[in-house]
């Protein structure tokens, strides 16, 4: 024999024949096996349960939020006929500022219709930072302690529990 043949024999001879487990063994891998399927398969529920209800959220929140834009543009609009009623002069035409108004009561209702309401601020109401933004501020006095609101500039909306637009004031405040 050569030794290139001994050195394969020996290695051939030093191989071990893969040992037969016992039939203890078999059931304790595959109860082993079992088991780490089944934590498996028990997060992949998880997983998909958290997504459905994610899911399900989210389509709550389109239908529930879904004319929030559209809202915010007529609020603007609403807005400048607030501003052009305020504008025209004393001799406008009586039927002209009513029709004017009238248009501008309806396009109000549209928006209260579509779940949007104004947010309720008067002078002299406390500063709210969640619901207001401070436009400018004046020092404080006898008659508008620290931290008031002055003037309203424009009224605040909300569309359920969300702000769409705070509502604009003037505030007392230290400069």
């Known amino acids: 024999m050569e030794p290139a043949e001994e050195v394969i024999a020996e290695e051939i001879d030093e191989i071990e024949e893969p040992k037969e487990l016992t039939l203890e063994e078999q059931l304790a891998e595959a109860l082993v096996a ?24 989210e389509r709550l ?35 002209i500022m009513e029709g004017i108004t009238m248009m501008r009561n309806n396009l109000e209702k549209a928006i209260i219709a579509d779940g949007a309401k104004k947010i309720e601020v008067t002078e002299g109401q406390k500063f709210d930072p969640k619901n207001m933004e401070a436009i400018t501020t004046i020092p404080p006095s ?29 505030v007392t405040a230290v400069e």
């Open 142 to 170: 006898e008659e508008h302690p620290l931290g008031v609101v002055v003037q309203v500039l424009e009224n605040g909306w909300m569309m359920h529990d969300r702000v769409l637009r705070p509502a604009r004031v003037v």
């Open 34 to 57: 079992a088991e780490t399927a089944e934590k498996e398969i028990s997060y992949r529920d998880a997983d998909i349960a958290n997504m459905r209800k994610r899911h399900t959220q």
């Open 61 to 95: 929140d389109l239908i529930r939020y879904g004319s929030q834009n559209l809202s915010r543009r007529l609020i603007d609009l609403l807005d400048d006929f607030d501003r052009a009623v305020t504008a025209m002069p004393d001799n406008t035409d009586d039927s």
